[in-house]
């Protein structure tokens, strides 16, 4: 195909979306609602990962200090155990915040009034990086000198655990399934819109003309289409999740769910929508045409 005839097949390709609009408008229709549905699954599933992950971080370790030691001494274990892995952060707890933080989780009972401190240990609240290392982490911190006992919720830990492993497995599987689908459903539109026009391919090929250039036409249309689909679906899935989200904290009056803010999701729901866009519209098109060039 010669480069002079690139100009002529861009605009033949463009003119085509507005003569067959009928088939084109589906074609946009089927690409913003498949992507939407994507779009849709895929963010819900990044936000419960999110959640589930800030609920996991709230399993926490108790590392106990032996009573032996100095305030000083006591606090000086908490460099050794911050150097070890795995660990996100160690926070130093005295007796006195302790038996405080027991008092008033339990409304301030006057039974613990006069209830000696030094009857506690001094403590650190370690905060995992990742639980499903719990058990290795553990054994670490029982060789930390200073350090006598620990306590740890494994069975919280593994149950956070399996379920973002679930998730982060469902996340996948539907995913993948629903771009099958989007993408068997897109063929077929562009398919139909194809044998609508069978007869001009087919006056075109006894005219003379190549596959190339038969095909540039329907390339330009199909990655037009797919833009103006990918670009259609991201305005809805943006002002969606928003309603969504605002919706949601109206009733969430406990704040139990926090959802990432879109403008974060931005570059990636932009790259993810044009690539999609993109390989719907110029692919599906590729793949529609080829069985008609064969006349």
């Not at 803010?261 to 993109?278: H, I, K, R, S």
Request: include cysteine.
């Amino acid at each position: 195909m010669k480069i002079n005839n690139i100009g002529y097949l861009t605009k033949e390709g463009i003119r085509s979306i507005f003569l067959h609009g009928l088939m084109s408008f589906a074609s946009v229709c089927v690409t913003v609602a498949c992507l939407i549905i994507v779009g849709s699954f895929s963010t819900l599933m990044y936000n419960l990962n999110i959640m589930v992950d800030d609920l996991n971080k709230t399993n926490e370790v108790i590392a106990y200090v032996d009573e032996a030691l100095t305030d000083a001494e006591a606090k000086s274990v908490g460099t050794k155990i911050n150097m070890i892995s795995n660990i996100q952060q160690a926070t130093y707890v005295s007796r006195e915040e302790a038996l405080q933080s027991f008092v008033n989780s339990h409304g301030n009972d006057d039974a613990f009034q006069g209830f000696d401190p030094s009857n506690l240990r001094h403590r650190f609240v370690v905060v995992l990086e990742d639980n499903s290392l719990m058990d290795e982490t553990v054994e670490k911190l029982e060789q930390v000198p200073g350090v006598v006992k620990i306590g740890a919720e494994y069975e919280l830990a593994e149950g956070f655990t399996t379920i973002s492993r679930v998730l982060h497995l469902a996340s996948f599987a539907v995913i993948a399934v629903l771009l099958v689908v989007s993408l068997l459903i897109i063929s077929n539109t562009v398919k139909l819109a194809m044998y609508d026009r069978k007869d001009e391919i087919a006056i075109m090929k006894m005219v003379g003309a190549t596959n190339g250039f038969i095909r540039f036409p329907f390339v330009v249309e199909g990655f037009l289409l797919g833009i103006v689909g990918a670009a259609i679906a991201f305005g809805l899935e943006w002002a969606m999740y928003d309603t969504m989200v605002s919706k949601i904290a109206q009733v969430d009056a406990l704040g139990l769910f926090e959802f990432v803010p879109f403008v974060d999701l931005l570059v990636p729901m932009v790259a993810t929508f044009a690539a999609a866009g993109l390989f719907v519209g110029i692919v599906g098109s590729l793949t529609a045409i080829s069985k008609f060039l064969d006349v």
